[in-house]
């Protein structure tokens, strides 16, 4: 990947990434992951909710991203981010106005995320 692309999805993740924290679990692979997402044409912005914990394991392990089959009823959608015994759901606020037109992003972007 050259200079110009990895400017361009940090420039594109940074316009559109909102809320009360910006913190990812994944921490670079967490952001990189957002950063593609941000780049679809239909992905208006992005919002991290709260992390949560579950067990007593050490950290670690592989970060799992999917989005989640279901949108809202204005189109929008929810990633599951999970690292370990960490999980963390992203709002994904999209450019689209009903579930039926949210249900074939779903498919592009976890397409998306099956390329990384």
Same mark, same amino acid.
């Given at each position: #990947?050259?200079?110009?692309?990895?400017?361009?999805? /940090? +420039?594109?993740?940074? /316009?559109?990434?909102?809320?009360?924290?910006?913190?990812?679990?994944?921490?670079?692979?967490?952001?990189?992951?957002?950063?593609?997402?941000?780049?679809?044409?239909?992905?208006?912005?992005?919002?991290?909710?709260?992390?949560?914990?579950?067990?007593?394991?050490?950290?670690?392990?592989?970060? +799992?991203?999917?989005?989640?089959?279901?949108?809202?009823?204005?189109?929008?959608?929810?990633?599951?981010?999970?690292?370990?015994?960490?999980?963390? /759901?992203?709002?994904?606020?999209?450019?689209?106005?009903?579930?039926?037109?949210?249900?074939?992003?779903?498919? /592009?972007?976890?397409? #998306?995320?099956?390329?990384?």
């Amino acid at each position: #990947m050259d200079d110009t692309a990895i400017i361009s999805k /940090e +420039a594109s993740l940074k /316009e559109k990434l909102h809320g009360a924290h910006t913190t990812v679990i994944g921490e670079r692979q967490g952001k990189n992951i957002l950063a593609i997402i941000s780049q679809h044409e239909k992905v208006k912005g992005i919002i991290p909710s709260v992390i949560t914990v579950r067990g007593k394991s050490s950290p670690g392990g592989n970060l +799992a991203a999917k989005v989640l089959p279901h949108p809202d009823e204005h189109g929008n959608l929810r990633l599951l981010l999970s690292h370990g015994t960490s999980a963390q /759901e992203i709002r994904i606020v999209t450019k689209v106005a009903t579930r039926e037109e949210g249900v074939p992003l779903v498919e /592009e972007l976890n397409a #998306m995320l099956f390329d990384i």
